[in-house]
């Protein structure tokens, strides 16, 4: 009998070892924890949770308990949305998915001993870590900026209380007042949401106060859907977009938040308001966790696992994986071919080869949408681009209505497959 239960007991033992979940069978449920409930860390975390069915406990920990979408928060700032059209809560997540949802920040990774420690004290044991922390600014980037100045010139580029900040400033402009905007230098989140953001003031502005101009200083010698905002600028808001690219100085920029001046090539202007988007990195626990290389943590196409630790995963704009742009779609689709990558390392479940797609779609008037996106597959060196497509100058009104609307699916969409 004894004899009989040994053998049986070793024979498991081997076919443990070949179905590759180790984990599992030695140490019990296996825990996954995300840091950052956005694009990239609440979809991962949800569908961690989902399709593994209770066998992994997943912990994601995020200090705000509602999540604004930078997506669609420049249509906010347009008047086409309501800030709590943007607001999410991550209670269906808690609730409907037995998700362990920590509202506090990651104040630290041990890589060795495998813990996220918490400013509310205590940590958080891992046997994979997901961070998804989005962006920081680089400090210094913009002369006479820092993140003290962010009340007097907003970034708006975390949504929120900063959008809500741009917004009021917009609508206390006096007439014929100037809106300057310092634009980011590549690579930076939403390549084209500066420009979007620049349509949508526009259009407010040309509703509420028709005399008023738009600055752009611009470090870049063109940017993302370039000749379609100059279009769409030119035939809704000729004369008010004065847009200063790298060849007439964009680049060389200095703010004075005290003044509210913007100096351009030497060349200092009064303004009423100014958006000051710096130059990114990733959100600063990456680089706590040692897995920046610069300013973003380099990852594994096939699973977004970073290139310093296979315990580590990074997803969305924090990460460094080769054609996608960084913005929420992007987020998203890797956060899907990360989870099913983590819950077939942990239990042993089929892991499907990585794909990915993206699409960027930009307001520029009232049903007046056009988008750029392409699809991607992993290679050993990058997440490369397979082939891509852009909406044309020059559109009829009925498509670029219909571009619009696919945009409203599109959020509808990707928020439930984020918070449930
Ligand atoms: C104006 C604007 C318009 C945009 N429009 C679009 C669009 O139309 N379509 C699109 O696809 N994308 C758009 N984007 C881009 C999109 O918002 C980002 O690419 C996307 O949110 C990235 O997802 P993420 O998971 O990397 O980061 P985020 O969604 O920013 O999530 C990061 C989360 O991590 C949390 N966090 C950070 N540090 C810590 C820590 N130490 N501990 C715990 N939590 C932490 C933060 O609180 C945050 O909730 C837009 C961006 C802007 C600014």
């Known amino acids: 009998m004894t004899l009989n239960r040994r053998v049986f007991l070793g024979a498991a033992g081997v076919v443990a070892a070949g179905l590759s979940a180790p984990m599992v069978l030695a140490q019990g449920k296996p825990r996954v924890v995300v840091v950052g409930g ?49 607001a999410h809560s991550y209670g269906t997540l808690a609730a409907n998915y037995g998700i362990n949802v920590v509202h506090d920040w990651a104040t630290g990774v041990d890589r060795d001993a495998k813990t996220v420690s918490l400013a509310g004290g205590g940590s958080v044991p ?14 210094g980037a913009v002369e006479g900026w820092d993140l003290s100045a962010q009340n007097i010139m907003p970034h708006a580029y975390k949504a929120g209380s900063q959008t809500e900040l741009l917004k009021a400033q917009i609508m206390a402009m006096p007439e014929g007042g100037t809106f300057a905007m310092v634009a980011p230098p590549n690579p930076y989140r939403c390549p084209p949401g500066p420009y979007e953001r620049v349509s949508m003031v526009a259009h407010v502005l040309k509703a509420n106060n028709p005399t008023a101009k738009i600055i752009v200083a611009d470090p870049k010698p063109k940017f993302s859907k370039m000749a379609l905002f100059q279009e769409g600028w030119g ?42 988007i710096p130059a990114m990195k990733a959100g600063r626990i990456a680089e706590m966790a040692g897995v920046t290389d610069g300013n973003w943590a380099p990852v594994n196409a096939a699973d977004m696992s970073s290139k310093a630790d296979p315990d580590v995963y990074v997803l969305g704009d924090a990460s460094q994986q080769g054609d996608m742009p960084k913005s929420g779609f992007s987020a998203n689709s890797q956060a899907k071919v990360c989870a099913n990558a983590v819950r077939g390392a942990l239990t042993g479940s089929k892991v499907f080869p990585a794909k990915f797609s993206n699409t960027c779609w930009s307001l520029i008037d009232t049903d007046d949408g056009v988008k750029v996106g392409a699809t991607y ?44």
């Open 377 to 420: 597959e992993a290679t050993p060196e990058k997440i490369a681009k397979v082939d891509g497509f852009i909406s044309q100058t020059g559109e009829d009104a009925d498509l670029r209505k219909a571009t619009y609307e696919e945009s409203l699916g599109w959020y509808a969409g990707i928020t439930s497959d984020m918070f449930g």
């Open 126 to 139: 891992y046997d994979k870590l997901i961070l998804s922390p989005g962006i920081d600014f680089v400090d």
């Open 235 to 276: 035939n809704n808001y000729e004369g008010m977009v004065d847009w200063i690219g790298e060849d007439f100085g964009g680049g060389i920029v200095s703010v004075n938040p005290d003044a509210m001046t913007v100096t351009i090539d030497g060349e200092e202007t009064k303004v009423d308001v100014c958006n000051v």
């Open 38 to 86: 956005g694009a990239g860390g609440a979809t991962a975390a949800r569908y961690i949770a989902k399709d593994s069915k209770g066998e992994i406990d997943v912990t994601l920990i995020e200090p705000s308990r509602t999540y604004y979408t930078c997506f669609f928060s420049n249509l906010y700032l347009g008047g086409f949305q309501e800030l709590s059209d943007i």
